[in-house]
């Protein structure tokens, strides 16, 4: 017997509305399999200077699952297609009367992703002093099944910086969909 006064089934996939909440299906219902998650978390440690075009070497990560470090240290492997939360985070050294900018942006499959969209970066116009500067970047983006995701340096040469106490880098990648 069908609890339900509108007769509900999973083809029409309503809730009946009546008080405990009961769904009783006359027929049989198919449900799809859920989509594997898809995550990864990597970090840099360590001083590094990065060259024109060069990418950011991770020496550590977090939580993964579909996604991984290629041995080379520099490029991320994504297994599923899909759409991703892309964050990430850079502390830059600035040292008086050196480099004033730093940038950084996502390239996927040696291309990179639309400047306007994952571009950021820090400039200092401290002259006196030695200051080390965060910054952080976000977006939205698609990725290839077998992509290879890399955090590129796209302005002068530039050194991350540690303090010893802090990430001097690091990237999330989280599937959305």
């Known amino acids: ?44 440690t360590g001083f590094i200077d990065l060259t024109n ?8 990560l977090g939580e993964t699952a579909g996604i991984s470090l290629d041995p080379d240290t520099v490029t991320i492997k994504v297994t599923q297609a899909g759409v991703y939360y892309v964050d990430y985070h ?3 050294q600035f040292f008086p009367g050196l480099g004033t900018t730093a940038q950084t942006a996502i390239f996927i499959n040696e291309v990179q992703v639309n400047p306007i969209q994952t571009r950021y970066g820090a400039t200092n116009q401290e002259t006196d002093r030695a200051e080390c500067s965060p910054y952080s970047g ?13 955090l590129r340096n796209v302005g002068p040469t530039f050194r991350t910086c540690d303090g010893g106490v802090f990430l001097a880098a690091s990237i999330n990648l989280i599937k959305i969909n």
Not at 14 to 41: D, F, W
Not at 138 to 150: E, H, K, N
């Open 138 to 150: 976000g977006t939205i983006i698609s990725i290839p099944a077998s992509g290879r995701v890399q």
């Open 90 to 92: 850079v502390n830059v």
């Open 53 to 60: 075009n060069q990418p950011m070497p991770w020496n550590g």
């Open 1 to 44: 017997m069908n609890p339900c006064e509108k007769n509900c089934s999973c083809e029409r996939c309503k809730k009946c509305g009546i008080p405990s909440r009961v769904i009783k299906g006359i027929e049989s219902c198919e449900i799809g399999q859920l989509p594997t998650p898809a995550y990864g978390n990597f970090f840099q």
